[in-house]
């Protein structure tokens, strides 16, 4: 039996300057970090000689070529697995479609584990090139590079995406207190609405890729949010981060009006009035989890808890993708 977790992501500035449609002309540049909630894949040998594939759904076939998931059936073919007895399970801490990447997090703990079912050891950037392989040059996912990347590598993470398809990864350098501070100040509220990210995103993928001045002018301007993030959290200026926050979550509503609702807006505005000092929706939007700064912890838990959005608590992942049981 092998088990593979990846850690699903939180977005801290610059999202969605990783799609290929902007970043191939542009470059791209975001900032994300990794939680300590994870998707999970396992992979179990059989006494029989069908392949048995379990996640929302079961299936039970003999080639891979009849497995109806897309994810699991390419990453079989990529890898060229022999999928004699063999049996593929997946679970998550936490829903598919909440804005958290777990497209990119299940990608990239399958492959983790089907290259440790082939005794192979794959470098992280490999792995989440891989997973982008996948998603969106053979499935077509008008989707970024950052969940696979993040999953990937894990920690809190700068990325820098070229061009010519390369990606440069390193850590956000802040101390221990820095980071310490962030993690206690980070809430997460689910607003009760999941979307699938694609639908989200394919507004903006066809836009840029349409040369709109007025979408690729915004996504410009988020770039240049992730890099002023960046100097605002090495620095340690939590008040000037939480500023891009709200600046970022304004202009990422103008990139789609699927982005927000009135409910969403309206807890925006109540977080904003009960302590939150900036805040955004995670993921590319419609739905989710709102993420907000807070100095002000004990009176923002309490005005959302009273407006019915329930909290994740998480800390900060330093291992990205990787292998927890094998035997």
């Known amino acids: 039996m092998i088990i593979a977790r990846s850690p699903l992501r ?10 290929p449609s902007y970043y191939r002309e542009h470059g791209g ?30 299936e039970r076939v003999a080639r891979v070529e009849d497995i109806q998931h897309p994810i ?42 089907l290259h440790a079912w082939q005794r192979n050891l794959v470098h992280p950037s490999e792995l989440a090139e891989q997973a982008c392989h996948i998603e969106i040059d053979i499935l077509g996912e008008p989707i970024g590079k950052q969940d696979q990347y993040i999953a990937a590598y894990g920690g809190v993470t ?105 409910r969403i807006d309206e807890w925006y505005r109540l977080a904003r009035a009960n302590g939150a000092l900036g805040g955004k929706l995670i993921g590319a939007g419609g739905g989710g989890f709102l993420m907000f700064y807070s100095e002000d912890n004990v009176r923002l838990r309490k005005a959302m808890l009273e407006a019915g959005l329930e909290e994740v608590r998480f800390r900060f992942d330093f291992e990205g993708t990787k292998i927890v049981a094998q035997s």
Not at 10 to 19: E, H, K, P, W
Not at 98 to 109: D, E, H, N, Q, V
Not at 197 to 226: I, W, Y
Request: proline share 2%; aromatic share 10%.
């Open 72 to 113: 699991i059936r390419e990453a079989l073919r990529l890898l060229r697995v022999n999928v004699s007895r063999l049996e593929i399970a997946s679970m998550a801490d936490i829903p598919a479609g909440t804005g958290l990447g777990s497209s990119g997090s299940f990608t990239t703990a399958l492959l983790k584990a």
């Open 158 to 262: 700068c990325f820098r995406f070229e061009p010519d398809g390369k990606v440069e990864a390193w850590p956000l350098k802040i101390s221990d207190g820095i980071r310490y501070d962030l993690e206690d100040n980070l809430l997460l509220f689910f607003t009760g609405y999941s979307r699938s990210a694609s639908e989200v995103l394919k507004e903006q993928d066809v836009r840029t890729r349409q040369h709109d001045a007025e979408m690729v002018n915004n996504l410009h301007f988020v770039k240049q949010l992730g890099l002023d993030t960046q100097k605002a959290l090495e620095a340690g200026d939590f008040a000037k981060f939480a500023e891009i926050m709200n600046v970022h979550w304004e202009h990422k509503r103008k990139r789609s009006a699927k982005m927000s609702n009135d």
């Open 10 to 19: 939180i977005s801290l500035g610059g999202g969605g300057t990783d799609l």
């Open 29 to 58: 540049f975001l900032i994300a970090a990794a939680t300590d909630k994870y998707v999970y894949i396992t992979l179990h040998k059989t006494f029989v000689d069908d392949l048995i594939v379990k996640y929302a759904k079961m």
